[in-house]
Every structure is written in structure tokens, then in C-alpha cells.
């Protein structure tokens, strides 16, 4: 079973910034990508930004040249670098795993339990 356990959510002001840690654990075959998803109550949840195994990477358009994500493969961790916070950043942030636990499994999904960004103005 894939577990996901995120660190580095809490309270900032507007224009600071925050790291955001992921660690992939339990039985882990193939990774095709990891990522940040981030919902604020009433809304959907929307894509952050994505990287790949192979070091792809995509930002929405609303947080490019703000935020930065990098991964360590050796470790199956996930970071994700926030600068020049805003207060409309504010949301739960969600950790995302796309890949399979076994040989045998169809590529899935996995989530985080969520961490929450609080910006304030």
C-alpha cells in the first residue's frame, strides 16, 4: 500500500514563502509523476504543478515563476519551493503519486491527508 505523508503547511504572510515536503512510502513499483494539488472549500481541487520521472515539470499558470517543485527519486519524496506567497494561495495543499504498487496493478492515483497554507494580507 502507497502512503503519503506531507510536511511543511502552516501561516505566513503575504510575500513570504514555504516548503512543502512529500515522502512516498510502502510498495512502490513505478512512478510515472508526483505533484501538488491544492482546494479551497467550495471549489475543486486544481493541479499546482507536476513533475515527472524524467524531471518534466508543469506549473499552472497562476503560481509559474512563484513556486518551484523538485523531487528526490532515490528517496520518493516530493518538494514543492512557494515564494511571493499571496492570500489567494491560502487552500489545503495535497501531495499526488501517480504510479503502481505492483507489476500487476494499472496506474493509479494516491493522495496526501492534506496540509493546510494560510497566507495572510
Known amino acids: 500500500q502507497v502512503q503519503l505523508v506531507e510536511s511543511g503547511g502552516g501561516l505566513v504572510q503575504a510575500g513570504g514563502s514555504l516548503r512543502l515536503s512529500c515522502a512516498a512510502s510502502?510498495?512502490?513499483?513505478?512512478?510515472?509523476?508526483m505533484g501538488w494539488y491544492r482546494q479551497v472549500i467550495g471549489k475543486q481541487r486544481e493541479l499546482v504543478a507536476r513533475i515527472t520521472g524524467g524531471g518534466y515539470t508543469y506549473y499552472a499558470d497562476i503560481v509559474k515563476g512563484r513556486f518551484t517543485i523538485s523531487r528526490d527519486n532515490a528517496k520518493n519524496t516530493v518538494f514543492l519551493q512557494m515564494n511571493s506567497l499571496k492570500p489567494e494561495d491560502t487552500a489545503v495543499y495535497y501531495c499526488?503519486?501517480?504510479?503502481?504498487?505492483?507489476?500487476?496493478?494499472?496506474?493509479?492515483?494516491?493522495w496526501g491527508q492534506g496540509t493546510q497554507v494560510t497566507v495572510s494580507s
Open positions: 499526488n503519486l501517480n504510479g503502481r504498487a505492483t507489476i500487476f496493478d494499472s496506474p493509479r492515483d494516491y
Open positions: 510502502g510498495s512502490i513499483v513505478g512512478i510515472s509523476a
